[in-house]
């Protein structure tokens, strides 16, 4: 096997695993706030502008319901 069919597979591999850990757990913890729910920076106190006050996120590649 040449070295670029080897990488072709490894990335192919990659990416499988990616979408069957998506699928597994669409949701994951807001990285802005860290779960808090809040926004703790300077004058923007109150719920986190990403997340919006859930304390979670979907994830990139992740379906809507």
């Not at 591999?13 to 809040?38: E, T, Y």
């Not at 719920?47 to 379906?63: D, Q």
Request: proline letters at 3%.
């Amino acid at each position: 096997m040449s070295g670029g069919g080897f990488i072709i597979i490894i990335a192919a591999v990659v990416v499988i695993a990616w979408w069957l850990d998506v699928h597994r757990r669409p949701i994951r913890q807001c990285p802005s706030c860290n779960g808090s729910k809040r926004n703790s920076g300077g004058q923007h106190w109150g719920s986190c502008r990403r997340c919006g006050g859930s304390g979670e996120v979907r994830r990139f590649g992740a379906r809507s319901q």
